[in-house]
Every structure is written in structure tokens, then in C-alpha cells.
């Protein structure tokens, strides 16, 4: 029995088990059933961002996952819709821009868009270096290297406690973090937390936040939107792509210039 043993631990030993992480990034953890993500292509791993994936699918699609949830694709018919809108929507009510914030990475097309929209200075605060070194590996084509240009900074932190440990004004600050049940991001959905973005804004600045629509009930969106409204006078909230975007504001000016 000794012997088996050993020689059962020195085969481990030789030939160690490997995790299967197409496996680990199909999303059954948090959407209940397997996803079609693909081939995991490339990966990483760490206590701050977990598991890191980039998935191809047969017709070349490429995904970004973090621990098989969601994070951002390169489809132009998809995905790419709403991280353009992100960006996007909020600059109908930016008449001042020099100084943004966007808090959550993803695939980088949001702090893109945002930084070709003549900003002169531009911060990302994400807490995973993984998300943005596979964003910027596999997905330069649609983010077009946006870290690497001039004006962009990044830091790799928690995007509330950046806002606590600096006291640059901000005239756009958009946030677009993982789903409201994940740890630590219901932080960013709560009266406090609006009221510490209110100080950080310019008199013009202009908040914008991505709510998620699907796995949520109205009741808890009416919450979100009642301690907005507690530390913001006008409210704003749009759908594109699927998804929900709310744009915050003490500026009376801050009314969408067009509407579409």
C-alpha cells in the first residue's frame, strides 16, 4: 500500500493536473448554465482580478472574461454597441472637457472613445493589471492603444478609494465595473459613494454609470436611482444595447444638447 502510494505521488509529481480553463470561462458560476465563449487563447491569474481570460470563437470572436463573467467583446453588431454608448451618451451633457475618470477598464473601447473626444487629461482607475494587459494585448484594434497616449494615466486601484486618496476635480467621471453582486461592487451604487463622486466633479462635471438591467429587480434600480437622487439634482437614464446608463449632474446646464 506504501508503494502504491508513493508511486501514485510521484506520477502527480511528474505530470501535475492542470485546470481546465475553458471550463473555468464558461460562465456557469454566474449565468447558470455554460456559456459559448470558445477557446480560452490566453489567460491570467492573480488575488486582484482572479481569472483573467480571452476566448476566440470559431468565427474569430473575441471575448474578455473575468472568472467567466462577461466583460467585453469585439463584435460591431454586439457588445462593442453599448461600450460605445457608455462613452458616448454621457458627452450630451458635457459642455466642459478637460478632465475625466473612468473607473473599470474592460476592453478599453470606453476610455477610447471618451479620450477621442478631445479631453485633455484622461485617468483610468482599474484594479486588475491582468484586465488591462489582455485588453491591450488582444483588443488594440478596437481600444487603439489607449493607455499608451499622451494625456491618459493609469492606476491600477480600486476606483473608490482612488477617489478618497486624491482630490482632482473631474469633468466627466464614468464607471462601468462589473455586475452589482459581485464583492466590493455595490460600494459604487450607495448614497456615500455618490456623494464623494458629487465633491470630485467641477461645477459642470457630469457622472455617468453603467446599471445593469438584467438580474436585478425594479425595486432595487429604484434604489440606485432614489440615492442618485440624493446627492445629484438632475438625473438622466437611457438603455442602448441592452444596457442601462444613467447620467447625473448639480450643473442646470447639463440638459442633453440632442437627442436621437
Known amino acids: 500500500m506504501a508503494w502504491a502510494l508513493s508511486c501514485t505521488a510521484g506520477l502527480a509529481l511528474l505530470f501535475p493536473a492542470h485546470w481546465d480553463l475553458d471550463k473555468l470561462s464558461e460562465g456557469s458560476n454566474v449565468y447558470f448554465f455554460p456559456q459559448q465563449w470558445g477557446k480560452v487563447i490566453d489567460h491570467a491569474e492573480s488575488a486582484e ?16 472574461l473575468t472568472n467567466g463573467k462577461f466583460q467585453g467583446n469585439n463584435s460591431e453588431q454586439g457588445e462593442m454597441i453599448a461600450q460605445k454608448s457608455i462613452a458616448l451618451i454621457p458627452l450630451l451633457h458635457t459642455a466642459q472637457r478637460d478632465t475625466a475618470l473612468v473607473i473599470g477598464y474592460g476592453t478599453g473601447m470606453t476610455p477610447r472613445v471618451i479620450h477621442e473626444n478631445e479631453f485633455r487629461s484622461l485617468d483610468i482607475a482599474e484594479l486588475s493589471e491582468d484586465m488591462v494587459r489582455l485588453a491591450d ?16 494615466n493609469t492606476y491600477y486601484t480600486d476606483g473608490r478609494n482612488f477617489l478618497l486618496t486624491q482630490s482632482k476635480e473631474y469633468d466627466l467621471i464614468s464607471i462601468e465595473i462589473s455586475s452589482i453582486w459581485f464583492a466590493g461592487a455595490a460600494n459604487l451604487y450607495n448614497k456615500e459613494f455618490y456623494e464623494l463622486v458629487a465633491r470630485r466633479l467641477t461645477d459642470e462635471g457630469v457622472l455617468q454609470q453603467w446599471v445593469q438591467l438584467h438580474h436585478m429587480r425594479p425595486l432595487d434600480f429604484l434604489y440606485v436611482m432614489q440615492s442618485l437622487r440624493a446627492s445629484f439634482r438632475y438625473v438622466w437614464f437611457y438603455v442602448s444595447g441592452g ?14 444638447s440632442v437627442v436621437s
Open 137 to 152: 494585448r488582444h483588443f488594440e484594434n478596437i481600444n487603439h492603444a489607449v493607455t499608451s497616449q499622451p494625456g491618459v
Open 49 to 64: 482580478g482572479g481569472l483573467t481570460t480571452v476566448t476566440q470563437s470559431a468565427d474569430g470572436l473575441l471575448t474578455l
Open 243 to 256: 444596457q442601462g446608463i444613467v447620467v447625473a449632474s448639480n450643473n442646470a446646464e447639463a440638459f442633453p
